[in-house]
């Protein structure tokens, strides 16, 4: 049976959402950091442990589908332009955020992460030019200066991937390279052959165990594994036939993640124990939905797609500074989560609507196009 996928226009939309709803994804897991027994700038006094064991399930899927969406948006934007005004794209979009977050943001954070753990007494301007001592590297941890930008990792790494890929890119645009693509996609699209974009993760999984990196990780992942859900992203975005089997295989996929899931939580199979075989199917679960269904363009989408960027760059260091005061007052946990997760919110798009989106420097220092560049389609931010 063929089924019908988006491509062009079509594709954009159904990324559009589903980056929305990724990054709502993110501001709900950070909102959670609160509460778990991980480290994190700001806790509550009581942790919760349940809490940590679900956001270790539901943190192996959003940065993955992040780097996912990030590839397949990247395909749509490097096939038209020229490689200069794509570079240039991405530097304004990516580059300039990342440094003026490192700048004005990170500050901001690793104060109220150095007050809240008793590592520092005094007002933000006594600390700021402390802010300049040491590289940060962990919570709690003895440096200051958030080279990384803190939560703005994904910024550096995005741009870092882009250019190092760009010559790639531009090279799958000529005849050659779409020809090569169209083979490549017709094998992939054969019955049982898409699982074939697990075992590169799985590889990786195997090489960095024991290597140098094997206990660094950035949210439930080591750097290397973003590199390949990136370039997945980018090779099913480029392939239509892989999309179509995507689409016939959602139901199937959604299947076997409900059943990893209630096997990991009824302590079968250790599903952080084993992510390189079992992020796949919810990952293309997640994108076989949101071709299939996620295709029309509204009013809330031509609103919300333009903030998740700006969203993004604000959720963490206002969830934190909000929550830094509410853990502190006499109120049921619920209600604690409850008036920090919605008040940061409100403040995040109170911010977004009335000040960033209305002025066009605030605009580009967060990674948006100016209002005269901005259309009422929907073009995904990088």
């Known amino acids: 049976m063929q089924v019908q996928v988006e491509a062009g226009a ?21 909102s959670l950091h609160f509460f778990d027994p991980g480290e994190w700038s700001v806790k509550n006094p009581t942790l919760y442990p349940w809490v940590g064991e679900f956001m270790a399930l539901f943190g192996l899927y959003v940065m993955p589908l992040i780097f996912l969406i990030s590839g397949e948006a990247v395909y749509y934007a ?9 570079a240039w794209d991405k530097v304004l979009r990516l580059l300039v955020p990342l440094l003026i977050g490192i ?26 030019p402390h802010y300049f001592e040491g590289v940060y590297t962990v919570p709690a941890g003895s440096g200051n200066f958030a080279l990384h930008g803190m939560h703005l990792w994904y910024l550096l790494a995005l741009f870092v991937l882009t250019f190092l890929f760009m010559p790639l890119f531009w090279l799958m645009r000529g005849a050659d390279g779409t020809r090569a693509l169209r ?17 590169p993760t799985i590889v990786l999984q195997n ?12 949210s439930m992942w080591r750097p290397v594994h973003y590199i390949w859900f990136f370039l997945s992203g980018y090779l099913i975005a480029s392939l239509e036939r892989l999309q ?18 209630a096997l990991s939580l009824a302590g079968i199979f250790g599903l952080v124990d084993h992510p390189d075989v079992a992020i796949w199917p919810g990952l293309y679960a997640c994108l076989g939905f949101s071709m299939k269904h996620l295709t029309r363009n509204n009013r809330t989408l031509a609103y919300a797609n333009p903030a998740v960027m700006p969203f993004y760059i604000l959720h963490q260091n206002v969830l934190l500074w909000v929550g830094f005061f509410v853990v502190q007052w006499a109120v049921p946990d619920a ?14 798009m109170l911010l977004y609507e009335y000040a960033i989106r209305r002025a066009d420097v605030l605009r580009i220092l967060f990674g948006m196009k100016t ?12």
Request: net charge positive; charged share 10%; hydrophobic share 55%.
């Open 371 to 382: 209002r005269r560049r901005a259309t009422a389609a929907t073009q995904p931010a990088v």
């Open 207 to 218: 090489l960095t165990n024991s290597g140098p990196m094997g206990g660094f990780y950035l």
């Open 335 to 348: 209600a604690r989560y409850a008036i920090s997760a919605v008040s940061s919110f409100a403040a995040c």
């Open 78 to 86: 490097s096939r038209k332009g020229s490689a200069a005004r794509f």
């Open 103 to 128: 700048f004005t943001f990170s500050p901001t954070q690793v104060y109220v992460e150095r007050v809240s753990h008793g590592q520092f007494q005094g007002s933000f301007f006594q600390f700021l």
């Open 183 to 199: 083979r490549l996609g017709d094998v992939l699209a054969l019955p049982g052959v898409l699982l074939l974009l697990v075992l």
């Open 10 to 30: 079509g594709a954009m939309t159904w990324i559009g959402w589903l980056r929305v709803f990724a990054i709502l994804a993110v501001f709900f897991y950070h």
């Open 244 to 261: 179509q089997r995507i689409v016939q295989a959602r139901w199937v996929c959604l299947a076997l993640t409900v059943l990893l899931m």
